[in-house]
């Protein structure tokens, strides 16, 4: 299994600014997903994260608004920019498992960043 | 677009009750995860079910796979308040690497 570490774990921020999350995982890893978690709701994909290459990001999501880096193969960002109430989420890091290079589709996820904006 | 529907949405049950929670989709997946989700943390992955008609336990937790593949249960007998949390379905889209999330159940179990 992989270790996944998110920060900020949680935070308030205020309309307007942006922030962003950071993602470390213990090993290196293929298949990086972001996925925001809206409160007392389910989970949707935002965009996966590409190593060496732009973000493919979910229908509803842009990058102007969420701009993802992965510069390597452990570590990954996603920025929430010009932050509005409806921003207001737990944002997921999550690896997903593989077997040889067969992706098992089982994933890992980080503790999650869980933002608040006023 | 594959869909997973999950019900029911909310489960509040007794201590040593029994309850089942179903996973349904109109499309075929290559396989079904389940997750548990507790407050502050992330889902941790439960069981993986990949062949249709297969069955399999984790203590007193049954999951099955629909024998067409587009279906799921997971039954949890005598439940204990550690049982609470959000429970979810989820599925890799056909032919991708895109893992796709039900609505999800969130179980109270009381002492």
């Known amino acids: 299994s992989a270790v996944i570490s998110q920060k900020p774990s949680r935070d308030i921020c205020q309309r307007g600014t942006s922030l962003t999350i950071q993602c470390q995982v213990d090993?290196?890893?293929?298949?990086m997903f972001w996925y925001r978690q809206q409160p007392g709701q389910s989970l949707t994909l935002i965009a996966t994260a590409n190593q060496g290459s732009e973000a493919t990001y979910e229908s509803g999501f842009v990058i102007d608004k969420f701009p993802i880096s992965r510069p390597n193969l452990t570590f990954s960002t996603l920025t929430v920019s010009n932050m509005s109430p409806e921003d207001s989420s737990i944002y997921l890091c999550?690896?997903?498992?593989?077997?040889?290079?067969?992706?098992?589709?089982?994933?890992?996820f980080g503790e999650g960043s869980r933002l608040t904006v006023l | 677009t594959q869909l997973l529907e999950q019900s029911p949405q909310f489960l509040s049950i007794q201590e040593g009750e029994n309850l089942t929670v179903y996973c349904n989709s109109s499309s075929v997946f290559s396989s079904l995860q389940w997750y548990r989700q507790e407050p502050g943390e992330g889902p941790v992955l439960l069981v993986t079910?990949?062949?249709?008609?297969e069955v399999k336990k984790l203590k007193r937790l049954t999951f099955q796979f629909g024998d067409a593949r587009k279906d799921s249960s997971l039954h949890i007998t005598a439940a204990q308040p550690g049982d609470t949390g959000l429970y979810l379905c989820a599925g890799r889209n056909t032919g991708g690497f895109k893992t796709i999330f039900g609505a999800g159940t969130r179980l109270f179990v009381k002492a």
């Open positions: 079910v990949v062949t249709g008609g």
């Open positions: 090993s290196q890893v293929t298949m």
């Open positions: 999550s690896v997903a498992r593989t077997s040889g290079d067969a992706n098992t589709g089982e994933l890992f």
